[in-house]
Structure formats: C-alpha cells, structure tokens
C-alpha cells in the first residue's frame, strides 16, 4: 500500500442518531476503513443505512459502497472486509453481494467484477494477508 | 562517645552524595533522634560538623549546610538557645550570598523564620538581615525549581512573621519581589509568589508607601498571568489545581487599591475575550476588586463595568425558559459559570454603592424591556432576541432587587408601577375598592413576559423580609416602601395570576405555569409584615385547592398546583407561622380530607389520594388530620360495601390502603407519630371488621384482601413491640369471636380433615388473611396468645389450602420463644397420636406409630391429591421457618420430602406427579428468600449461614437418589430440587464444590431442557455454571470437563421456549476461551457449527451474541475462516 495516504483528509460525517432496529442485523458499523483505521464506514459515509438492502425471504443482502473518491485505490479492499464481515455474522442462508454505488468510482466496472468474482473473493479470504487485515 | 562515633558516621553517609537517597533519608533520621532525645545538643553537632560547614570542597559544604538546616527543622517545636539561634541564623544569611551552598542556607533560614512560640526566636534585626541578604544576594530566577519555590516561601515567611522588619525594609522587598517573580512559570511557586504579593499590598497601605510608587511595575509582573492557563495538563503542575491558583491570582490583583487604575481595564478587556474561562476568572476577580478596592475608586469605571456586565449576562443566558414542574422551585433556565459569576458581581456592586443601580435604572435596554413585553401575549411568540431581552432583564432587576432593601425599593417604585400599568393590574385605594382608570374597559393582559418578570422581583423580594424584621432601628418608611407597593397591588395580581391559571387549556402549560408560579410567589412572603394579607393568602389556598379538587384528569396544572401547596405547606412549617399553619389546615387540609371521606367526587380516588398525601405530610398535625380521615373513609366505605353492596366502595378501600401502604409507610421515619396514627388505623379497620357482622354481599375481591394484608402486615411490622401486641390482641379477639375458632375443635385426624372440603366464607377468609399478616409482621418480642389452638387453627387451614396460614405458622415457629416446642409438638406429634388411633389400610401400617400425621398426608397414606398438595406447601413454610433460626427439626421435613421424591417410596408406590412437583417446589421454598415473610422487614430470625447449612445436608441426599433413581419423571424432579437449593446457595459455596457439583449440574441442565415447564429453573442453573466457568477456583474442574460442557451448552444455544437461556449459553461459550487452546480446540468445529445455527436466531440480543462468539472462536485458529 502506499505510504502516502490518498485522500489524506476526508469529511467525517456524524453517526445517525435512533436509527431503526430492524430485524436484520446491521454489523457493519464498526468496519474500520483501510486507509483511516480510526474511523469506521459509516463515519465516512462509505456505507449507510440506506445503502444495505436486505431480503429476508429470499436470503439476500446487497450492500452498496460509495467511496470517499473517484480515484480511491482500496474499494476492492473495503468491500472485501464487508464481505468477510457479513459472511461472519449472517447465517449461511444468505447469499451477499457487494457492490460499488455507480458513478462513484473511475473503475467501477472493473471492481464490480473483481468483487463478482467468486473465485477470486474465495482465494482472498484465504490469503493470510487478507486475514490479518480482517481480524 | 559512642553516640559521637555514630555521628560521624552518619555524617560521612550523608554528605556522600555517590550514597542513595533512602541512605541520606536514614541517616538524617539517626541524627534527629539523638537530637531530640537530647543525647546531642546543637551545638555540640555543629563543633563535630565544624569540618563539612568550613571546608572547601563546594559539594561537601554544601551538603553539610544542607544537613544543618534539616536538622533545624527537625527541631522547630523544640527550645533553642537564643544565642545558639542568632548565630545560626548569621550563619546561612552570610551563605545566602554563596550560591553553591544556597540550597542548604536557604532552608535554614526558612527553618529558623518559621519557629514560632518556642524559645529561642528570631530577632527582628536578624530577620531584617536575612531579608537584605537575600535581596542583594540571591537571582531567584536563576535557581533550580525547588530552591525558588523556598525562595519564594522565604519571602512568604518573612512578610507573615516579621511585618515591622519588613515595613523598615520598604522598597528594598518590593523590588526584591518584583524581581524574584519575574519570569516564573511553576504553579507550586507561582501560588506562593501570589500570595507573597497579597501580603505586601496589605502591609504597605499608605498612598506614599513603596507599594504605591512600584504599583505599575509590581501589577505588571502578575498581571501576565490572568486568565490562568495550563498548558501542561498532566504531570506534577497537576498537583494544584487551575482553579486554587486562579483564585490565588485574583486575591493578589485585588490585595491593593494601587493596583487599581491598572487592573480594571484589563480585567475588562479580558471580560470580552472570547474565551470562557476568561470571562469567569475576570468576573471573580472583579467581584474581588470591588470589596477591597473601595466604592470610590470603583465609582470611575462604573461607565464602562456596567455596559460589560450587561453584555456578560446577555451572552451567558439561553432563551429556553422551561415551564416544567421541575422549575416551579428553580428560575427555570440553566445557569453556566458565566452567568453565576456576573450575576455575584453584580449584586456585590449594587449591595457596596447603590448609585451603581442608577445605571440599571437608567439603561435603555432595560427601559425598552416594557415595549418588548406588550408586543407579545405569549412566550412562545417571542422571538429569540426578545426572550432573550425579557429574561436577562428580569435576571438583573430581581438580582439588584435582591442586594439590599434600598435597592428593592428603588427597583419596585421605578419599574412595578410601569409593569403593573402594561399587565393592565389596578391598584386598590385605601378602602379596599379596585381604582378604574378611565380605560377600565381593558382587562388584565396577561403578558407572559411581563408575568415572568413580576415573578422574578416578587420572589427575589419575599428573601428580604426576615432581614428587615431583624434589624428594627431602621425607620419604617424606607423599609416598608417596596412592601406598601406590593400590598397595594396584591389583590388585583393575585386575582390576575388567578384568571392566568383559569383561563389555562391542557395544550398550553405555560398559562398554568405562569399563574400557580405567581400565586406560590405571592404565598411565600414571611411573617407579620408580609405585604399580602391573611385573607388574600387564604384567597391563593382557596385558588389552588379548588383546582386541585375540580381537575378529573391528571393534568400540568393539577401537578403545578398540587406541587405549590405542598411547597407552601413545608415553607409555613419551616418558619412555624402559626396563623398560616391554622388557615392551610382550615383551607386545604380540611378539603381534601373531606373530599377523601365523601365518597362521591368527580375526582378519581387515586389522585385525590395522592393530593392528600402530599399535602398533609408537610407537617406531623396535618398527617394525624389525614390518616383519621383515611380511617373515616375506609370505615365508610367499608360498612357501605357490606351493608349496600357498592362494589365501587370496596375499590376505593383497596386505593386507600394501596396509597397508606406505598405513600405514608415509606416516609415513616421522615414524619414524627405517624407510625402512633397508623397502628390507630390498623386497630380501627379491626374494630370496622369486627363490626360488621354479616357480609351481605360476597364479592370477587382478591385485590381487597391482598391490599389489607400488605397494609395490615407493613404496619405491623413497622410499629414498636407494645403497639404489636395491642394490635395482636385485638385481631385475637376478633377472630375468637368469629366462626373460625369453630375449626380448632375439628380432630386433627385424617376422617375429620378429609370432610373439610367445604370452604370458608368471604368473611371468615379475609379475618384469617388479615390474622395471617399479624402474625407475620409480629417481631419475636411480641406475646402471642394462646398458641396452641392458634397453631391447630393455621394447620387446618393450610391444609385446605390457604397459603397465608401456612406462612403465618413458618412465621410463628421461627419467631417463637418458649412456646415453640409446644407449637412444633402440635404440628409434628400430638397429631400423631389421634392419627395412629383411626383405623387405616394396610399399608400405613408398616408406618412407625411417631410418624407424623402432617408427613403421613404429604406421603400420601391419606387424603386426596388436593390435601396432599396443600400439605407439602404448608411443611415446606414450617421448614423454612425452622431452617432460618437454625432449629434440628428442619432435618425431618427435609427427609420427607426427599421421601416424597423418590421414584418408589417406602410404602413401595409412587407419589402423584403433580404432589412429585409441589415436593420439588417446596426447595425453593425453603432456601429462596420471600418478599411476603420472613425477611428482616418482618424481624424474622435469620441464623447466620443457614443457607449453607442447608446446602450440605441435602446436595449429598439428592445426588446419591439422582444416581439411583429409576424412573424419568422422579429423576426430573429430583434435579429440579437439586437445581434450587445450588442456584440459591451463594456462588462462593458452588465454587467450593465444583469439582463435585459440575457433572451433576451438567446432568441436571440436560434432563431440565426437555419440558418448558422448567425453563425457568433451567435458567438459574445455567447461571450458576456460568458463575463457575471463570472463577480461578473451578478452572481446574471445568478444564477436565470441558467435553461435556461444550457439548452441554452447544445443545442450549437451540432452547427453544427461553431466549435468555440461549443468550447466556452463547455467551457461556465465548467464556471458555480462557481454558487452555488445547482443551478446546477439538471442539471448534462443533461449537462453529452451533453458533452458526444461532446467527439465524429470531432474537437480535442472541443474533449478537452469536456473531461475538462467533466471531472470537474462529480466531483461535491461525488463519482460515471456514466458510
């Protein structure tokens, strides 16, 4: 990673207050993100509450990133930190999908695909050095 | 000489600076000792020093110097030689000059200063000498932190001890001080310096002193300081707090009028600052100035003080006005520092020099105020600037008001007449008539920004009264002129607060407010010469009591109103104003106590309940007036229910006694006799039940009798042994009267019990409840009679299933004195021999002839299911009454309802499942504590222990039958047993025996898990492994049996019927972590899996945990997750 940070200073939103407990977990909050590990997503309002659909029924869960910048280089990273997160805390019935917020990023399509790919979030999770960052 | 020898040991180690300090510290202690004990003298140490002081190796000197002076320290309340002290003391000034040793020279000096009412003192031209020494000689800034500080200390001393030396000394100490200040920067030091120049401000008053003439330079050195801010928060500067030396700072500032034409305008402009600490430091600190720089210095700055005060208060107040219950009390907005500080300062400005107030008087803020107030009818109108505008100018007018009776007066005849005139209030002439002017078609405006500021000055002005009254040499007329406005207007504000609180609909709470705020203000003034008089004050109970009796629902202003009575009432308590005391009983007493004696009100019973309770119990007269009226009603209502069969009187018995048992008990200690009135009306509701004979109508009433009983118990329990036992007698009394006396003939044999089936009537039922609680409140001193045909009384009618007589005979074994072997004989033997007299069937035979009948029934020999059930719930009460005083006898019940528990009893079949089920029950009973008796409310005797006592007779019991059992269904009730006396044991007795309890409890959680039933039991159990798994005393036995504990808690992460069951097993799970990695880990994969499953639990809390759990398990492997 590079040792200069990309978005050096980014605008930390306010937590929201009372948020409706609905039925389905929402663990994400303390995901911390890659690049500023002292704050979470939602801080930076990379996730929302919004941006997480969950179907019950039907066993799904979409999760929408918008990253901080159009040039971010880790949102493979962070949703691959989501991804191990919800595998962790939802039952195996759940088939998740991660995606990035279209517009939001320059290479969107190509992340999208990389975050698709199943064999390839499979082999990630079990690099050690993604393991570590998860843990 | 052996002492002498020692010395110079001591000597060497101490001047040895390669040595430890613990080293130095002993032998500076030897020293001392033989100092003290008078082995050396003085002066023989400083001959045998002789060497180290003279020397001219400079560290050896130094130390030696230093070790003189701590020896002069040691010394400071023992007698000195004078001669000895005047050549010490010539001694270190001389080495104040030589900076090596200055340390030493230094402390010396501070240890001889510092001697006070002992022989041997410093001469005023030795101290003098020393002053000049150091003046000339020492660079107090160039020294390390420690020497500045003795320095500083030096100065301190000097200054306090020896102020005619010092005046001799004049410029040469101011310099000194100018100079040694100069660039300091260490809280410790800086205290002491502040301090220093507080002492020279005060010891150089005159206008031509070196005070005077150096005040610029000397104000120039502190004044660098203000506002105080730590840079450093943590560390040894810690060690005063911000706050000490800021005040240290603001009484140097104001130690000297000198300083004046400088501080002032600093202080001001600090007072604009931004900063908020700023602010509050130059508010204190002005507030200082004022008292010691004098009025008439003070008198300059007035023009520009006032505008900054003003521009402070503005600042510091919110405009959130809060028209709360809550701030009836209170001004209703929050006070920061700021505000506080400014609103100190500027009372001490008008209370010092009343032609300040000329400036408030005048100010047009303050004048434009009324147009603000008449532009708006209602707060919530305003706009902020204008809230703002009302608030802070009714924070200045009540806080100058306040300061002194002239200021109040000034205030009241500038500013009352103008509001009056803008609230359209008209004031009464000399003959009490209302005076219209000729816009008199105007009625009252009720301006809520006026309303506020009247309240403000009406309540700042009730605090002044007492003070008038105490200081009678004043002329009348300057007293009274507020007082004589404020009566001449009363009843027309009163009248105007009134309508406020009439004219008030449920939305909107600050008409309501405004008004019973108003009325309370105008209750609340003092003594005779209050400016509102006795009819108007009865006019304002009148007012508020009638809106607490006409409201139907608990509204904001029944509360507001309830409130003010009750804040009324205390205030006529706490100034004992017996006029008033007579007309709030007259007025507010007496109707709502009538208004709780009539039945038929539009006011629900509980809230007129809750009124009078409030009310009365501001004063013990009004509490007696209250629980006879209570009486009254309950005897009413009462007799109406049993003559009319009014169901509704008999609900508001139950609210009587519901509001005696939760309102008045719980404030008995607060209220003197009330507990004398109490045990009245526990003997009235005797005399009412006794009374009334017949009842005509029965009726459903559970509740009725529950409440009686707990009032009845509590009263009991509460009153003093004599009190008890006249209420005992008089419920003896009555139930010997009544038909229940009738059951104490019925044998106690098993054809006579069996034809009790019949129940008894609602009467007879409510005395025996009523009787039961007695009993149970009684304390062991009390004397009850005739026990023997009480006991047989209670043990029939346990057994036809009345669980209050069987409380009230545990209660009676546990407390009795000399009659408990007879009441046991009773219980336990005599009834065995009218039991062993009736023929029985074959199998009783087999039963010893000293068998109790009791255990015969709960066995199941005789009787129907019913009395068996009944039975074994009675014993299970006599058990725990005889378990807590610690009595052998618990032994034999205990062993029969083991016996009661075993798959195949004595008699060789088995028991009923239901009778298996209470016997099971009956543990809990017997080692969980009650609410309803014996506890400590109701004295029971408690033997320290008995719990464990308890414990280790029966665990072995239970365990060895749950080994041997044979059928399901009793080895399930046997656990359930088991599973009550461990969970109710403390958890330091389980952790003693964990080695021996885990696998039965392990056994008992899986037997338990299979019927709901149990969930409950199932629960307490799994807190109790719980409480093992992480005590460092069960680690060893839960490490061995780990297998079967995970396996165990795996399986309840699936209960189905309790959610918490599953919470605490996940979490139980995550808990085993702590064993040994290699304990554990084969069971990852079955744990995993498990949680896993409860991810999907339908409770969040237990999705949660799982995810933790989860989460925490899958890290003890190195890396891969298994997905």
Known sequence: ?135 | MAALNNLTEHLEAFVDVTRSPTHHAESLKAIATSLEKGVLSINQLVVEMDMYLTTTDDVVRARGILLLAEMLDYLKSKPLDNAVVHSLIGFFTAKLAEWRSVRGALSGCLALIKRKGVAGLVTAVDAEAVAKSMAQSIQVQSLALYDRKLCFELLECLLEQYPEAMINLGDLMVYATCEAIDGEKDPPCLMVAFHVVELLGRLFPSPSGPVASEASDLFEFISCYFPLHYTHTKGDEASIPREDLSRGLSLAISSTPFFEPYAIPLLLEKLSSSLPVAKVDSLKCLKDCAVNYGVSRMKKHYKDLWPALKDALYASTKTDLSFGLESLTSPGFEMGEIHRAAVNLLQRLVKQDISFLGLVVEDIRVNMVFDTISRYLRYEEMLDTSKLEVLVVSQILSVSARSSVESCNIIFQTFFFRLMNTLGIVEKTSTGDLVHNENSTVSTRLYHGGLHLCIELLTTSKDLIPSSEECTSTPESAQQSWCSIVSRFSASLIEAFTSAVQSSNDDCSADAYLGVKGLLAMGMFRGGSSPVSRSEFEKILTTLTSIIAANSAKTVKWELALKALVCMGSFIDRYSESEKAMSYMAIVVENLVSLVRSSHCSLPSPMILEATSEVCSTRPTYVEKMVEGFEEAFCSSFSDFCVNGNFKSIENCSQLLECVTNKLLPRLTEIDGLEKSLVHFAISMWNQIESSVVFSYDFNGREFVEAATKTMGEIVGVASVDSQNSIIQKAYNVISSSTLLAMESIPLTFAALEGLQRDLSTRDELILSLFASVIIGASPKASIPDVKSLVHLFLVSFLKGYIPAAQALGSMVNKLGTGLEEACDTIFHESSASGSSIPSDDSSKTIGGSEALLSKICLGFYGSLDLQTHAITGLAWIGKGLLMRGDKRVNEIALVLVECLKSTNSSGNALHPSAMKHAADAFLTLMSDSEVCLNRKFHAVIRPLYKQRFFSITVPILESLIVNSQTPLSRTMLHVALAHVVSNVPVTVILDNTKKLLSVILEGLSVLSVDSVHKETLFSLLLVLSGTLTDIKGQQSVSDNAHRIIECLVKLTSYPHLMVVRETAIQCLATLLELPHGRIYPFRREVLQAVTKALDDPKRRVREEAIKCRQAWTSISSRSTPF
């Not at chain 1, 869960?61 to 191990?84: A, D, K």
């Not at chain 1, 064999?119 to 393991?131: N, W």
């Open chain 1, 1 to 135: 990673m590079n040792s200069r940070l990309v978005n050096e200073n980014p605008i930390v939103y306010p937590k929201k207050q009372g948020r409706v407990r609905t039925d389905q977990s929402n663990t994400d909050e303390d995901i911390k993100d890659p690049e500023h590990s002292e704050l979470t997503l939602e801080d930076l309002r990379v996730i929302t509450k919004e941006s997480v659909e969950v179907d019950d029924a039907k066993s799904y869960v979409r999760v929408t990133l918008t990253p901080t910048l159009p040039h971010c280089h880790v949102p493979h990273l962070i949703g691959l930190c989501i991804y191990s997160k919800l595998l962790k805390s939802l039952p195996t019935r759940f088939k998740v999908d991660v995606r990035v917020a279209p517009g939001s990023h320059a290479t969107e399509a190509a992340v999208n695909k990389q975050l698709g790919d199943k064999e390839r979030i499979a082999a990630a999770l079990e690099s050690p050095y993604f393991v570590d960052l998860f843990n």
